[in-house]
């Protein structure tokens, strides 16, 4: 052990030998920007990634954290994470909306309002950030912005927990503005309109800082200007010459990213639920057991990071019941109301559609049919097979067919089922008659003749 421990120390001394010279010119001084891609919806997986970058930044002594975006938006609860992560940072982060082509839509909205210094490439834009639970644009809010003839909008919203969803994304992004010192309006016309503008819109506007073609020119522009980061702090940015620097999501990440896409965690749901079926019906097989619980448990753990409705999961277990009962006890109509609970389980299931999380049509549709012609083939199946006459012991050998091989009076030996048999029986037989064994005692086969119904005689030998 003492060997491989001294190998291993070898190993990792040699390689940083080898690293030495680029790593101190990297992290002397803070010379590094590290860059974190989010390239798709934000969600759990995208918080735990920006986390870790912004950790190790900060470990690392990195003079910036550029965070180059490309999304359609995603989870507010993750969108929050990433926000409080960025206002909390002790390292500047840049936000950058990259490459052309690219765009911050909704919650990628609020995320560059919230970093440092924002910045986009040619042909990209940003905007829709009207939240997801809305479904659309609602102009005309209490403590809207007025119109251009200073009169207040009077068109009243259309209820409620609307009103309220709309004024907290529009507090919320206002105040990421004043922070920042950038357009608090036109944030909020985001909110309430949808409105979106393209990188040259965004710049006039005073949405973004600057339009840079690539993280190069982006750190040749952004070199001397000062900003203030987590505690009141002011830096100036020295980002000329920096090494830079891509952080790849670590193990963690990358299993949230897989498992927190609704379609991977609704089949998780299903393969755990089938494989504790299988282990109920056959216990002893061990292998669909613990295969269904592993992903049964990592199914609901990622639905726990999810926005799910309640009622949409207890209509899907209602209706797998439903099925269940329909293979045994077969009446159509309860096997089509597990069907239709089924399916209306899982369009429920997530509470908010947010862009990148949504369930499949496709998904649906498969699973269900699945899981329906599963119930009630196999499992019918199934309780036909433990109905049926039993094919091991006595019950099994009753009525088969022997021949006589010797006989002395009323005992002797028959072939039968591919063995020799000890017999007896109530009549003399000669050696290759047809018998038929009509009950099995200590391992001695009662026979008789086939014609002869003789059942309650040998019954009493029991």
């Known amino acids: 052990m003492q060997i491989i421990k001294a190998a291993l120390v070898a190993a990792i001394g040699v390689v940083a030998l080898a690293l030495g010279p680029l790593g101190s ?17 934000i969600g759990p997986a995208s918080a735990s990634y920006v986390k870790e970058a912004l950790t190790t930044a900060a470990a690392r002594r990195a003079e910036v954290v550029i965070l180059k975006m490309n999304t359609p938006g995603g989870l507010n609860s993750s969108m929050r994470e990433i926000i409080a992560d960025v206002l909390g940072s002790s390292v500047p982060v840049v936000g950058y909306v990259a490459p052309s082509g690219a765009h911050a839509a909704s919650a990628g909205t609020y995320i560059l309002y919230a970093t440092h210094i924002a910045a986009m490439a040619p042909g990209t834009n940003i905007g829709a950030a009207t939240p997801v639970q809305i479904g ?19 068109d009243e919203p259309k209820d409620a927990m609307t009103a309220k969803v709309t ?9 990421l503005a004043e922070l920042r010192n950038r357009n608090a309006d036109w944030a909020e016309k985001a909110v309430r309109e949808a409105a979106t503008l393209s990188a040259n819109g965004a710049l006039q506007e005073k949405v973004i800082d600057l339009v840079a073609r690539d993280p190069a020119e982006l750190l040749r522009q952004i070199d001397g200007r000062v900003v203030e980061v987590a505690g009141g702090k002011t830096q ?16 963690i990440s990358q299993f949230l990213a897989v498992i927190t896409d609704p379609n991977v965690a609704f089949i998780l749901l299903m393969v755990g639920i089938y494989g ?10 061990v292998a669909p057991g613990v295969v269904g619980t592993i992903c049964l448990l990592i199914g609901l ?13 207890g209509l899907m277990l209602v209706g797998i019941a439903l099925l269940a009962v329909e293979a045994f006890s077969p009446t159509v109509v309860v096997g089509l109301g597990g069907v239709v609970a089924f399916v209306l389980g899982a369009l429920m299931l997530l509470r908010v559609e947010a862009p990148g999380y949504r369930l499949s049509w496709s998904v649906i549709a498969v699973v269900a049919a699945m899981f329906a012609g599963f119930v009630l083939v196999v499992l019918g199946a199934l309780r036909r097979a433990r109905n ?12 088969l067919p022997a021949e006589v091989l010797d006989w002395n009076e009323t005992e002797g030996h028959v072939f039968t089922n591919g063995e020799r048999w000890q017999a007896r029986g109530a009549d003399a037989f000669r050696p290759g008659e047809r018998v038929e064994v009509a009950n099995i005692v200590d391992l001695t086969l009662v026979v008789r003749r086939p014609d002869r119904p003789t059942a309650r005689e040998v019954n009493a030998d029991d």
């Open 25 to 41: 010119a990297a992290e002397e001084n803070g010379r590094l920007a590290l860059i974190v891609t989010i390239d798709g919806a």
């Open 136 to 154: 659309g644009p609602l102009p005309g809010l209490p403590g809207g912005a007025p119109e251009k003839d200073g009169k207040e909008k009077k």
């Open 167 to 175: 004024n907290d994304a529009v507090a919320f992004i206002r105040s």
């Open 236 to 251: 100036r940015l020295a980002t000329k010459n920096l090494v830079v620097e891509a952080v790849d999501p670590g193990w």
């Open 276 to 285: 504790l079926i299988f282990e109920f019906v056959s216990p002893g097989a």
């Open 301 to 313: 753990y990622a639905l726990n990071l999810l926005p799910i409705n309640y009622a949409g999961l």
């Open 388 to 399: 049926s006459p039993s094919r091991i012991g006595a019950q099994a050998m009753r009525g």
